[in-house]
Each structure stands twice: as structure tokens, then as C-alpha cells.
């Protein structure tokens, strides 16, 4: 199985930064060597760091359909269907993959969500991966990228099943789509495997084992000492950036922040690992409380696996049922 046929670059208009200070600038263009190895480490699809050859040696895709759909800001994005037969279900799930491994590229995850009693599975590529194009990762451009792709993924499959409704569901990275799209009217509820809330953790963990071994312990000290992970997250993926085709969107670092209004009583179930080595469970509490916050229902099923945990056919088949079940109550 190869990589579909990529569309390309996409260059995003962004606000220049013209308002920074100069040390500011100064900054950004000093540490550019480390934070474009941050950018490949986090996002190696959209970096041309993953190698679809190895990925697909010896897989089978699946029966699917496969098409794309271009943005306002001009991003490409790769959509990929996985029908069901001879079902009465009107329940979509529409799945946004991790950073190393496409949606076409995890048969066996789609193959348990396939088993629930939905009507379809719709994977859709991240920026830069499979099917999507690439975009650049400076000014916020990566970001501002993602969202965009997000919201023109569901405007898109609201025209084209207009009788469906949809669970959103994200492994690591996708966490971004279906928390930031939850408030979609056409949304029921989201579920989420191995949770990811930032780039912070991901960072500190790569300082502590990928630092040469008789340096390591004094960067981890320099981590803590003068929060290194953070000015490196904030100086890869920069808050306050927006593009002039989009201006409603500002960038905020690859952090989740508050969670949109319009969610109130929907049904999210968070399937993070106990022992994951990239997502500490602070940062599982800190999600939980943000969901809480905004008066979603949230169940939390703490699994074993590290972050390549994912969850069997039958634990999402219990979070599909959770999800309807409150979307009854909600209607009632």
C-alpha cells in the first residue's frame, strides 16, 4: 500500500510579525534548528518525515472511497470512506488519525470501529499527511491549517448526509479536531484515544531521552529550571497568529484551551493509557475538568499499552451506545 497522491504545498497567508519585539524575533530565528526538529517529531507527515513505503509493506487497505476537498484558505484535504453494509444506522464516525500513522494506515482501528453499530467510518487526513497538503510550520500558519481543515471537513459531510449524525473521534494529535469541533450542531459526542492536550509534554519527554546521555540530566534540570519545553513549544507553534482569509481563528499554540459553547450535555468518553509515556494523567485530569467546565458528560476508561493504547470493538461500542444514550436524554 503507497501514499495517495499528495497535492503538494500549501502556502497560508498569516499575519506578519512585525509587531514583535526584536528580541522576540531574535529568539524565534535562533532556536529555528531546534524547533523544526520539534516540528518533525510532532507532525512528521506534514515535515515529509514519515516513510509510507514501510508504513504499508505488507497491508491491505480496505474497501473505501477516497476523495478531497479544498478549504478557503486553500489547504487540501484528504477524506476516506469505509461503508457498512445492510445497516439502519444513521451514526458517522469521523476519525482524525495521529501523527505517525494515516487513517488508511490503521486498518485494524477502523476495522473495531466498523464493528459498532454505526453506519460508516469517515477518516480524514492531517495537514500534510496521505492525501492532504502540506503547509509550512511558522507564523501559525500548521495551526491555523488544521482548523481550517476541521471545519470544512464536517460543513462538507453536513451537505452530503444531511440525515446522519456524527461522533467525532481522535487518537493523540486528532484530540484537537473533536475537542475543537464539538460544539458542531450535527456532533452528538466525541471519543478520544490517548488524549493530547499540547506539545509541552511530547517535548519534555524527547529532552529526557533523546538528549545525549552525558548531557541529559543537566537539559532536564534546564527543562525545569527555565520551563525549556514550554519556550520551545511557544517558539515553534506561536499563539496569536491569524490569516487575513480566516481572521475569526487565532493561533494558540497546539493548546487546548476553553471549550467551545454549544456542548453542553454531550457525551465524551476519553480513552487515555495509564501508562503512557507521552501524556502524563495530569494532563488527562486537566482535559476532563475543561470538558467538565462546559457541562459535557465525560467517562474516562483508563487502558494499558502506552500511547499506541487503543481501544478494542467492544469498548467502542460502548461508547457509541454512552453517546446516544445522552443524546436521548438531551432531546427529551
Not at 473533536?178 to 452528538?188: R, S, T
Amino acid at each position: 500500500m503507497q501514499r495517495s497522491s499528495p497535492p503538494g504545498v500549501t502556502n497560508v497567508k498569516t499575519c506578519d510579525d512585525s509587531g514583535k519585539s526584536f528580541s522576540s524575533r531574535a529568539l524565534h530565528w535562533t532556536l529555528y534548528p531546534v524547533t523544526n526538529l520539534i516540528h518533525r517529531l510532532l507532525f512528521p507527515g506534514n515535515a515529509g518525515y514519515i516513510d509510507y513505503e514501510r508504513l504499508g509493506r505488507g497491508r491491505e487497505d480496505l474497501p473505501h472511497q477516497s476523495y478531497k476537498i479544498k478549504t478557503e484558505i486553500g489547504t487540501i484535504v484528504g477524506l476516506h470512506e469505509y461503508r457498512k453494509e445492510n445497516t439502519r444506522s444513521n451514526i458517522v464516525v469521523v476519525f482524525a488519525h495521529g501523527n505517525t500513522r494515516p487513517t488508511r494506515f490503521m486498518k485494524d482501528f477502523i476495522s473495531s470501529l466498523l464493528e459498532c453499530d454505526i453506519r460508516m467510518v469517515i477518516g480524514r487526513d492531517f495537514v500534510g499527511y496521505d492525501a492532504s497538503s502540506e503547509v509550512p510550520c511558522h507564523n501559525g500558519a500548521l495551526e491555523i491549517a488544521a482548523y481550517t481543515n476541521d471545519v470544512a471537513v464536517l460543513n462538507k459531510l453536513s451537505e452530503k448526509y444531511p440525515e446522519c449524525e456524527f461522533i467525532l473521534c481522535g487518537r493523540s494529535i486528532g484530540t484537537f479536531f473533536w475537542a475543537g469541533q464539538l460544539h458542531h450542531p450535527k456532533v452528538i459526542g466525541a471519543i478520544g484515544v490517548v488524549p493530547f492536550s499540547g506539545p509541552e509534554s511530547i517535548i519534555q519527554h524527547a529532552l529526557g531521552t533523546r538528549s545525549p546521555g552525558f548531557i541529559r540530566k543537566g537539559i532536564l534540570i534546564l527543562a525545569d529550571g527555565i520551563g525549556l519545553a514550554q519556550l520551545l513549544a511557544e517558539a515553534t507553534f506561536p499563539h496569536g497568529h491569524f490569516s487575513p482569509d480566516l481572521p475569526e481563528f487565532t493561533s494558540k499554540g497546539f493548546e487546548l484551551g476553553q471549550i467551545n459553547p454549544g456542548v453542553r450535555g454531550k457525551q465524551v468518553v476519553l480513552f487515555p493509557s495509564i501508562d503512557d509515556e507521552l501524556v502524563p494523567q495530569s494532563s488527562v485530569r486537566d482535559l476532563e475538568s475543561k470538558l467538565e467546565a462546559a457541562e459535557c458528560k465525560v467517562q474516562t476508561c483508563w487502558t494499558e499499552g502506552g500511547h499506541r493504547a487503543l481501544p478494542c470493538s467492544i469498548d467502542l461500542q460502548a461508547a457509541v451506545n454512552l453517546i446516544q444514550a445522552a443524546r436521548t436524554v438531551s432531546v427529551d
